[in-house]
């Protein structure tokens, strides 16, 4: 027993003396190969500490409300506005000063500045370039099309990204019209739902489907390994009267109860500098969100296609409409 | 107010019969603590108006109660299956190299039901091991889908049979064989004894196993969101996380509470229904030699078990931990979750067995309805799913005592009351053979209580102490939804890098933390199994 008390305390000590060797605390909801090449070279340039707490953007939210004011983190990064959007709702977050946040576009920040967006996804079609039967499909509403049976791949719909799309499109078409199309793509995917989008892009590229509904840069990250793999990437809805192609941002807030916000500030002025800009989003084939930042070459121009109207922190405020609407069709 | 005044006597004798019940006020500390995840849900769920029962009872309730009820009982039917086949032949025939099939039966424990999820996702895949086969043994066909029930059935019967197996094992090699004798004297074929014979008499240790594979399928995490099945266990995590309804979390956990406590209650009725008493004098079964024709029935059997629940995995992540090892992937970092763990699982364990003591103890000697009561409210942490007991320690640590907060203080205490009812369990056995009598010899040969409890409580309880303590360290190694919201900053245990890993699909870096769980659990399963050896 007595060794289980000394332990205890020795433990104790030794987490203690673990997140004191930190000065900024990251609660990243983002991958880690992604995250880590931008925090060492933020270490490297300012000689501030980061120690990063990775885990899904959605639970580390919930960590971060139900911890209230005992909370040591410093920063919330997140891959979806939903959540920062909730985050802002929740009042978990203070605003970055205006001088920092001015480099990010408007429509890429939360109102008051309460969470700053870092780099930008596109939800895209991915198509089989062998299977002529699917190049019909130009929309996003075409997945509802019965001649897609057994053709068409999403992910199910935990997934933050495609409930982000689906509220896009319900803001643009409305409730019934994105109820009927969800109804439609539950006939065509047999049942089968895939966990990962790069799973999408690989049952694309062998054949196992034809068409799928993802972010743009699974495509690329699949080119990679395989240069010559039968696939494209198709920008839905571009004619004159379609609503565009749905976007969503990765961004990051510093905590209301963030005992360091000159460094936190720090971190963010790093990410959206040109530099940190260019390191957070190409890692990814991502659109850096700050203007003027090339994206990676092979991605489609931002600004050469016609993107949906929708304000980033929509995607927050209309994210449990859009889940009952999810929900009442009955998507796996 | 007036009758208590009256009679000093009464108080005084109740205080003298209580004096001595230091161990009942330790046991209601413990009690109090364990109880913390149930009463947050009571308290959370009291606040749902009637509107959001309704719409709960009516939209989420009756797809729930299908999912996860047909889940339990395939999983049930499944672990019978192999658990109860795998100990017959096991208990009945001695075979080459029976050491090692008992062995081969017991290591698919040291996998996380995450990881064989992860696992056989992974394999089954177009270019996966099994993918493969599949495709060049069925040409044309497309390779079966994880993605559903049964996806989830293969996997939790894989992770769970082992306790089956044990527990049956444990059975029939203290069963006694003038039963079975005397069946077929009066000319019952050996098919006809198994099943009016032994699988009546194997009753008890069959429901035993049965609940504890039912009690892991109902608050699995792990597997089922893995393979988004939605279970009460999933829905609620998600209830929780995507819409920050704590509410209806803790609404639905009520629900799955009364399921469990149902299932709990019957399988106790029944088993003590079931009691068969032998008599002293019965002769004890022995194995009978294989002949040579089964000894290659019972290995094929026993192989394609231990094949697909624990040997593919296995080799699955050995080929990737080598791939990351050549790729100079295990870093001072890895070995960093590798400490993480294995002090946190000391940790836990130690409290764990610690805490178990007093409330086993006053149960073993007062008997009684209070004490009863105590080892039912023990039990909370069987019934809830972890999400939900994470949820309710936090939310109490930060409302009562937020100084303890974010250490590993509040993680081990989570680990307790998770895993205080498998710690009790253990040790229950041992108290038992702790009579009054025994300590009462002791004070009168002028012990006081701390002489008392090192030289003669502790010494007999040193070996359910020692079970419960592998038991405990085993699961927390393994703990994924509570470490998930409850670890420290920054710090990240085995399962919680298999989780990330597993969801970026860095498969080079998921495989060797699961092959550390598999390969760190083995010597703690090496010692449980030699203080369990049957005979």
């Keep these: 027993m007595k060794s289980g008390v000394s332990l205890l305390v020795l433990a104790s000590l030794l987490i203690s003396q673990y997140v004191q060797a930190a000065s900024l605390v990251v609660y990243s909801g983002r991958k880690d190969k992604f995250i880590k090449p931008v925090v060492a070279e933020f270490t490297k340039e300012t000689g501030i500490k980061v120690l990063l707490h990775s885990g899904s953007s959605t639970s580390l939210l919930n960590k971060l409300k139900l911890e209230g004011s005992n909370s040591k983190a410093d920063l919330f990064i997140s891959n979806d506005a939903g959540n920062l959007e909730k985050g802002k709702e929740m009042n978990l977050f203070s605003p970055v000063s205006d001088s920092v946040a001015a480099s990010i576009p408007q429509k890429l920040r939360a109102s008051d500045n309460s969470w700053i967006g870092l780099s930008a996804r596109a939800r895209v079609l991915v198509k089989n370039t062998n299977d002529k039967s699917v190049e019909f499909v130009n929309s996003v509403f075409d997945l509802a099309d019965p001649r897609l049976k057994g053709k068409l791949g999403i992910t199910h719909s935990g997934n933050e990204s495609y409930i982000a799309g689906v509220t896009v499109y319900m803001e643009s078409m409305g409730k019934e019209k994105t109820s009927k199309w969800l109804a439609g793509m539950k006939a065509n995917i047999d049942g089968k739902v895939f966990n990962k989008h790069s799973k999408i892009v690989k049952a694309v590229a062998t054949g196992k489907r034809s068409v799928g509904l993802v972010n743009h840069y699974y495509i690329y990250r699949h080119l990679k390994k395989n240069p010559k793999a039968p696939i494209k990437i198709v920008l839905p809805d571009q004619g004159k009267n379609d609503i565009g192609v749905a976007w969503n941002v990765a961004g990051v807030a510093i905590t209301k109860e963030s005992k360091n916000k000159k460094d936190a500030e720090r971190f963010i002025a790093f990410v959206t500098s040109e530099k940190g800009q260019s390191l957070f989003a190409k890692v990814n084939s991502e659109y850096p969100a700050r203007e003027g930042v090339a994206a990676a070459p092979e991605v489609p121009k931002a600004g050469s296609y016609k993107v949906a109207p929708v304000a980033m922190p929509v995607l927050g405020q209309k994210r449990n409409a859009t889940l009952d609407l999810i929900e009442a069709v009955g998507m796996p | ?535």
């Design chain 2, 1 to 535: 107010m007036t009758s208590s005044l009256n009679t000093p006597a009464v108080t005084l004798e109740k205080i003298k019969t209580r004096a001595p019940s230091m161990r009942g006020f330790l046991a209601l500390l413990v009690v109090l603590i364990a109880a913390i995840p149930l009463l947050f849900v009571l308290f959370s769920s009291g606040k749902l108006s009637l509107e959001q029962w309704t719409n709960l009872w009516s939209n989420r309730l009756p797809e729930l109660l299908g999912n996860t009820l047909s889940l339990a009982v395939l999983v049930a039917i499944g672990s019978m299956f192999l658990g109860v086949s795998a100990a017959w032949w096991i208990t009945r025939r001695d075979f080459a190299y029976r050491r090692l099939a008992i062995w081969l039966m017991v290591l698919p424990l040291t996998i996380p039901t995450y990881v064989f999820a992860h696992i056989y996702t992974i394999m089954l895949e177009q270019d996966g091991w099994l993918g493969q086969l599949w495709l060049f043994l069925f040409p044309g066909t497309s390779i079966p889908e994880i993605f559903n029930i049964f996806g989830v059935t293969l996997v939790l019967v894989l992770a769970g049979f082992s306790y089956v197996f044990l527990l049956v094992r444990d059975a029939l090699s203290r069963s006694q064989q003038d039963v079975e004798e005397a069946a077929r004297i009066h000319g019952a074929t050996p098919w006809q004894v198994f099943w009016r014979v032994n699988l009546p008499m194997l009753r008890p240790a069959i429901a035993a196993g049965i609940a504890l594979v039912v009690l892991h399928v109902l608050s699995d995490f792990g597997a089922v969101s893995m393979l988004r099945y939605q279970t009460f266990t999933l829905s609620i995590y998600l209830q929780m996380s995507s819409r920050f309804d704590y509410q209806a979390a803790a609404g639905l956990s009520l629900v799955l509470v009364t399921l469990s406590l149902t299932f709990m209650v019957l399988e106790r009725f029944f088993r003590n229904r079931q009691r068969y008493y032998g008599s002293g004098q019965s002769k004890k079964i022995t194995a009978q030699k294989a002949t040579l024709f089964e000894t290659i029935a019972i290995w094929l059997w026993l192989g394609l078990i231990a094949t697909f629940a624990f040997l593919l995995p296995l080799a699955w992540m050995i080929s990737w931990s080598w791939q990351a090892w050549q790729q100079d992937l295990i870093d001072t970092e890895f070995w960093g979750y590798v400490g993480n763990s294995f002090t946190v699982s000391a940790l836990a364990a130690t409290l764990t067995v610690i805490a178990a003591l007093p409330v086993a103890l006053y149960h073993a000697r007062e008997r009684s309805a209070v004490s009863q009561g105590f080892l039912y409210l023990s039990n909370v942490g069987f019934v809830l799913p972890g999400p939900v007991i994470a949820l309710g320690i936090l939310s109490f640590v930060i409302a009562t005592m937020p100084a303890i907060y974010g250490g590993m203080t509040v993680l081990a205490l989570a680990m307790m009351v998770r895993f205080l009812p498998l710690s009790i369990q253990a040790q229950e056995s041992a108290i038992q053979q702790l009579t009054p009598s025994i300590e009462q010899a002791a004070r009168s040969l002028g012990a006081n209580w701390y002489e008392n409890l090192r030289r003669v409580i502790l010494p007999i309880l040193k070996g359910g102490m020692a079970t419960a303590w592998v038991l405990v360290f085993i699961d927390t190694l393994k703990e994924l939804p509570a470490t998930l919201l409850l670890r420290p900053t920054g710090f990240d245990t085995l399962p919680v890098r298999i989780w990330i890993e597993a969801s970026e699909e860095m498969l080079e870096l998921a495989a060797p933390a699961a092959l550390m769980l598999v390969l760190g659990t083995m010597p703690v399963l090496w010692i449980l199994m030699k203080s369990s050896k049957p005979n």
